[in-house]
């Protein structure tokens, strides 16, 4: 039963977690439609959006696509960004032998994960890679001694520091990911 209930909490935490992402891109929309400008507005009253009903769903469609991810994989990508050579995910990947996160601003909400490995993923974009295959990646985890002692404890070596890898091997590298965080420990 404790076992159950320790599972219960997990996945209460996870699914609070995504409500959080989705009440901001709710809002960001919203922001979104508020700068409308007063010429967008017809005699009638109605709002005739020129391009943002079109970037507000494709946001929305871009959304519902992540949370679906989200929820096949227990994969949670906090942010992206574009740099001059690299895209860089910060990501935290849920799972049963993940470690407690302290409370933190999580998606604009505070938020306690159970289960989690905070990393972060640097994967060369069009602009430095010659081809898909030339293309490197670089896991970065963002661990804590303090908090995460017994992940560490449990997770491949390899997973406790940093390593690049070429792109066409991203697939086998977080399925070794989701083996560490998922595979119950005797």
């Known amino acids: 039963m404790t076992i159950t209930l320790s599972e219960a909490h997990s996945e209460n935490k996870t699914l609070a977690a995504k409500l959080a992402a989705s009440r901001t891109t709710a809002a960001s929309a919203e922001s979104v439609n508020a700068k409308i400008p007063g010429s967008a507005v017809k005699a009638s009253g109605g709002i005739r959006m020129m391009g943002t009903a079109e970037a507000a769903q494709a946001a929305q469609a871009a959304q519902l696509k992540e949370d679906l991810y989200s929820d096949l994989?227990?994969?949670?990508?906090r942010s992206v960004k574009r740099e001059a050579e690299d895209d860089v995910y910060d990501c935290i990947q849920t799972g049963r032998n993940g470690s407690r996160l302290s409370p933190t601003i999580f998606f604009s909400y505070l938020l306690t994960l159970d289960t989690a490995l905070h990393f972060k993923l640097a994967v060369a974009n069009e602009k430095s890679a010659e081809s898909y295959e030339d293309a490197q990646?670089?896991?970065v985890p963002q661990l804590d001694p303090?908090?995460?002692k017994t992940l560490m404890g449990l997770l491949p070596d390899y997973l406790v520091e940093e390593i690049t890898f070429p792109r066409p091997q991203a697939a086998r590298f977080y399925a070794r990911v989701g083996k560490a965080l998922t595979e119950k420990v005797e």
Do not use: A, E, P
């Open 146 to 148: 303090g908090r995460d």
């Open 73 to 77: 994989t227990g994969l949670l990508i």
């Open 137 to 139: 990646c670089q896991y």
